[in-house]
């Protein structure tokens, strides 16, 4: 297996870890919410994936995009430059249930264990795959 494939594998056993939910790591969303239905798409995405699908790793490219800018946005943009008491209390509430390596902050949204590895899987995936389309 090349390094693309194990990147983009782990990435997806990660993923299958929210949706399932890991005790002590990560909760279990509902059963209908952005996760399950993320992890749909991408479940059919990582059959196409393993088929050989033509441009399917372009697709990826552009989802795995978005996904980023979605983390930045939601996660490190708060961490970096600060959030409200409110957006904090908000966070620190749905996420109560997952692990934390970082501590918790009054002037920081801090993301959890599960956020922290996802953003680097997922930019290790994009780098790789932009490397490998557009280079390689």
């Not at 870890?17 to 509902?30: E, I, L, T």
């Not at 990826?60 to 970096?80: R, T």
Request: proline share 2%.
């Amino acid at each position: 297996m090349d390094f693309e494939k194990l990147v983009i594998t782990i990435l997806y056993i990660h993923q299958t870890m929210d949706v399932v939910g890991v005790k002590g790591y990560v909760d279990r969303p509902k059963l209908i919410s952005p996760d399950t239905i993320g992890w749909a798409i991408l479940s059919v995405l990582m059959v196409l994936y393993y088929l050989g699908f033509s441009y399917i790793n372009l697709v990826f490219i552009g989802l795995f995009g978005l996904v980023l800018y979605g983390l930045y946005h939601f996660h490190w943009k708060l961490y970096i430059f600060g959030a409200t008491a409110e957006k904090i209390e908000g966070y620190n509430i749905y996420f109560k249930g997952t692990h934390r390596i970082l501590s918790k902050s009054s002037i920081r949204l801090v993301p959890d264990t599960y956020h922290i590895i996802h953003s680097i899987l997922y930019s290790v995936a994009f780098i790789t795959l932009c490397v490998n389309f557009f280079i390689g």
